[in-house]
């Protein structure tokens, strides 16, 4: 797999007024990025996907994905929160890590089903999830990233 993530996609202790404010803001930095084609296309495509059920996976976690016509490359975006979002999590815990995923809607493509799994299963790891909130910086984030995807 291409580098999912790089520093340009993460983003550290900032905080957002709510969901929405987040999956714009991290879609952007992926068109920054070149992953996009048609970030308005993409950002439709994650939101609609919320519209069905929420991307709030619980223990303050959250993954909007989006498989869209507008992803020419697959890319993850990351976000430390400052304060915790409402995101109708099943469990209403406030969501304090978001991944936004981009995939490109390829009809053979099981890609984004990979990444899903991928990210899921080490996420279910509490060492995992705590040194992601516990990094100093996006160098460290990355570093941690990357080497799931390797």
């Known amino acids: 797999m291409d580098s999912l993530i790089n520093e340009n996609l993460i983003v550290l202790d900032m905080k957002w007024e709510n969901r929405d404010s987040i999956i714009k803001a991290l879609s952007e930095l992926i068109n920054y990025n070149g992953n996009l ?10 939101f609609e996907r919320e519209e069905k059920s929420s991307t ?19 890319a993850i975006a990351f ?5 915790g979002v409402e995101w109708k999590s099943f469990d209403d815990k406030a969501v304090e890590l978001v991944f936004l995923l981009a995939v490109p809607d390829k009809n053979d493509s099981k890609e984004h089903l990979k990444i899903l799994s991928t990210l899921s299963r080490n996420l279910l790891n509490e060492e995992f999830k705590d ?12 570093k941690i990233l990357t080497k799931m995807f390797q």
């Open 37 to 46: 084609n048609s970030i308005d296309e993409y950002i439709q495509t994650v």
């Open 79 to 83: 976000a430390r929160l400052k304060e």
């Open 131 to 142: 040194s992601l909130m516990s990094a100093q910086n996006k160098e460290e984030i990355n």
């Open 56 to 74: 709030g996976v619980g223990n303050g976690i959250a993954i909007p994905h989006g498989k869209s016509i507008g992803v020419d490359k697959p």
